[in-house]
């Protein structure tokens, strides 16, 4: 008899561990939002701030975190620092994900509850 679960190996704890800290810092509304402008295209700190509706210094700081942890990265353009995503892979998963919830919120299965993802109970 089969658990349903297909026959792949495990990822390694190192890996699941680096991906749970990606979920982590995607997980403030305020850091997806900035990933998901940033997926459009490059942009600085003000014109962030205005588009994900945040204060310079928050956005600031978000930026850092991202940064940090290799999700986003910066260049000079004169005076001006730009930022953009540094993972591709990152913003196809953003992608997705918000696709999927906004395709669920407009269905016939009626609005999407926030802060909450249908099937995991939670």
Do not use: N
Request: net charge neutral.
């Amino acid at each position: 008899m089969t658990s349903g679960v297909e026959d792949v190996a495990d990822p390694s704890a190192e890996v699941l561990t680096e991906a749970a800290a990606t979920f982590g810092l995607l997980a403030s509304p305020a850091r997806l939002h900035i990933v998901w402008v940033l997926a459009g295209g490059e942009c600085d700190v003000s014109g962030l701030a205005e588009r994900v509706g945040g204060a310079l210094p928050a956005v600031s700081q978000h930026l850092a975190k991202l940064k940090l942890a290799g999700l986003v990265r910066s260049r000079r353009e004169g005076r001006r620092v730009v930022y953009l995503v540094d993972d591709p892979d990152v913003v196809s998963m953003v992608r997705w994900l918000v696709g999927q919830l906004t395709d669920r919120a407009g269905g016939s299965e009626g609005p999407a509850v926030p802060g909450r993802v249908r099937g995991l109970g939670a």
